[in-house]
């Protein structure tokens, strides 16, 4: 596949992120704050990234974290046309220190930070923040058409850290001719929702043709 052009779901800078002071866990189960259908209360709020404090580099500046959270909890929406469900991703991460990429409840990608579930009051590996760049293959296995959500755990070094910052921008990619690199155990990157029409008793004839057909 190739040709078409990339769809921006989340840009740089967007001034809709949902965040939450990471003073405690974010839902309960944890996990549902990553989810499409998760309802927020009056302890998120609303802001432009970057989000955190102490380089210069933020544009909501969390004047309290330090010595008082290490973590914070980001949520994004956003809409993908049912007919233009995208197989591979672009994925950028702005994060100092760490942070793990959810989307629809599906981790995609995780940065500067130890495996497994991370509490609210985890840290990340120190890490001076800078652009990185990711592919995300079969992403029809977890992309629905119509609303989605990107959920963001930044995560600072420890409690004490004079700085922290995180930003995230999504977008579809054509990527290169094969479809992006292989997906073993999972879905292929080809993968789509849109299931074709079934045909069955096909037959043709001659069953060999000769060099004038």
């Not at 290169?176 to 004839?205: M, Y």
């Amino acid at each position: 596949p190739g040709g078409g052009s990339d769809i921006t779901f989340v840009a740089e800078g967007d001034n809709n992120w949902h965040y939450r002071k990471g003073t405690s866990e974010a839902s309960s189960p944890i996990t549902d704050w990553r989810n499409i259908n998760f309802t927020e209360d009056a302890s998120w709020l609303i802001g432009e990234t970057p989000i955190g404090f102490g380089d210069g580099d933020d544009t909501t500046v969390l004047n309290d974290m330090r010595s008082n959270y290490s973590t914070v909890y980001l949520r994004h929406e956003f809409t993908v046309n049912p007919l233009e469900i995208p197989q591979q991703l672009k994925l950028r991460i702005y994060a100092d220190d760490g942070a793990v990429v959810w989307i629809n409840g599906a981790e995609v990608q995780r940065v500067h930070v130890a495996g497994g579930q991370l509490p609210f009051n985890g840290n990340g590996t120190n890490h001076e923040a800078a652009w990185e760049e990711f592919t995300i293959s079969g992403a029809g296995a977890f992309l629905v058409g119509g609303t989605n959500v990107i959920a963001v755990h930044g995560l600072n070094q420890q409690i004490t850290s004079s700085d922290f910052s995180i930003d995230v921008s999504l977008s579809s990619t054509s990527g290169g001719a094969g479809g992006g690199a292989p997906t073993p155990g999972t879905f292929n990157s080809s993968f789509s929702n849109i299931t074709p029409p079934a045909i069955r008793q096909v037959d043709h004839f001659p069953e060999v043709p000769t060099s004038s057909d």
